[in-house]
Structure formats: C-alpha cells, structure tokens
T-cell receptor, first 110, second 113 residues
Framework: QKEVEQNSGPLSVPEGAIASLNCTYS??????FFWYRQYSGKSPELIMF????GDKEDGRFTAQLNKASQYVSLLIRDSQPSDSATYLC??????????FGAGTRLFVKA | DTGVSQNPRHKITKRGQNVTFRCDPI?????LYWYRQTLGQGPEFLTY????????KSRLLSDRFSAERPKGSFSTLEIQRTEQGDSAMYLC???????????FGDGTRLSIL
C-alpha cells in the first residue's frame, strides 16, 4: 500500500515564528508533491507544489523535497493565527494517482 | 475560471436510500477525481476520469458506488443502499495534464440517519 505519512500534531507555534511541517512517502515512483491547507469544514486549498529536489519558495511558504530520503517539508515563515489549519501533504504517481496524508494540525498562538 | 462546483453541499438521508452528487469541473480541465474524506483523515481516492473515460476505481469502492462523466464534462457519483459508514465529505477535484495540482470543489457532506 502506497502511503504518505504525516505527524497528526497539533503543532503549536507562537505568532511570528517558523512552522515546520514534515511528510514522508513510500512510493519511490512518486513524481510530484503538493501541500494543501484545509480549514475545518472546508475543502483543501493548494498552497505549494514541488517536482524537483531542493527548495521552492512562494511568499512566506517554502517547500523542500528530498527524493533520496523520500521526504517533503513545508516551512511557514512569520506564522499568523490565520495559518491555523490542517496541512495535507500529497504525492502523485503515474502522472495521475494522488495519495494524501492524514494531515498535520497547526495552531498559531496570537 | 469559476472553479470546481459541487452540489448539493449537504445531503441528509436515511439508511438504505440512494443518493447522487454532481460535480462540474473547471471547464478546461480534462481530468476529474472523486475523493471521500472522514474526520481526521486526508482525502481518500475513489475514482478518476480522463475526459469521459473512467480510468481507475479504488478497490475500496464497493459495488454500491458508481460514477459517470458523460461527454467528458460534469460528473455524477451515486451511492446505492446507503449505509452508516458512507457518512463523509465527498470531494471532487479537477486538473489538466500529468502531475498537475488538483483544484477541489467545496464538497458534499453526506449524513446517513
């Protein structure tokens, strides 16, 4: 069974701090990786995607991918209370099959 | 771009009834996905269409579930003889091409009494 694993949290950080969210995946054939944010009762919203090893930055968000270690991470700089949500990591294999982790709950304290 | 649209937003029904959900993807997207999500879990893959062809269906999906995408536009997901365990959020997503991000609709929340 191909899996994506995340720590369920909650991860609690003070406002203005860096939040670090981690994810591992089991299928070495995975080609693309995504981070989604999901507020309670809402649907997932795309935050970042990354295809190549290394870092990708977009505003306060940085995604990191290490295919050798089968590891993906998301850093959120200058965390805000509005960032409090569940963050879903996802990996796509074969161009179309996307497997989601169970998500990490992030709580940013004001 | 009006986004992915799903309806109804909420469905409450008695056990044993049939329900049907609709999804309208982003117009230029040729790929459409259905997922099921329960509390504390990530979206669980149910099925996938490329245009009108249903290319994969999860082995977790029982024979009570069926999905269609006539003409490669909107899609419907039908659950027959609903059971308590079918209570969940049913999410639709669409995308264009390989390895691209999926865009989700607001989901249909199903509650079985």
């Amino acid at each position: 069974q191909k899996e994506v694993e995340q720590n369920s949290g909650p991860l609690s950080v003070p406002e203005g701090a860096i939040a670090s969210l981690n994810c591992t995946y089991s299928d070495r054939g995975s080609q693309s990786f995504f981070w989604y944010r999901q507020y309670s009762g809402k649907s997932p919203e795309l935050i970042m995607f990354i295809y190549s090893n290394g870092d990708k930055e977009d505003g306060r968000f940085t995604a990191q991918l290490n295919k050798a270690s089968q590891y993906v991470s998301l850093l959120i700089r200058d965390s805000q209370p509005s960032d409090s949500a569940t963050y879903l990591c996802a990996a796509t294999t074969g161009g179309f099959k996307t497997i989601f982790g169970a998500g990490t709950r992030l709580f940013v304290k004001a | 771009d009006t986004g992915v649209s799903q309806n109804p937003r909420h469905k409450i029904t008695k056990r044993g009834q049939n329900v049907t959900f609709r999804c309208d993807p982003i117009s230029e997207h040729n790929r459409l996905y259905w997922y099921r999500q329960t509390l504390g879990q990530g979206p669980e893959f149910l099925t996938y269409f490329q245009n009108e062809a249903q290319l994969e269906k999860s082995r977790l999906l029982s024979d009570r579930f069926s999905a269609e995408r006539p003409k490669g536009s909107f899609s419907t997901l039908e659950i027959q003889r609903t059971e308590q365990g079918d209570s969940a959020m049913y999410l639709c997503a669409s995308t264009q091409g390989n390895n691209q991000p999926q865009h989700f609709g607001d989901g249909t929340r199903l509650s079985i009494l």
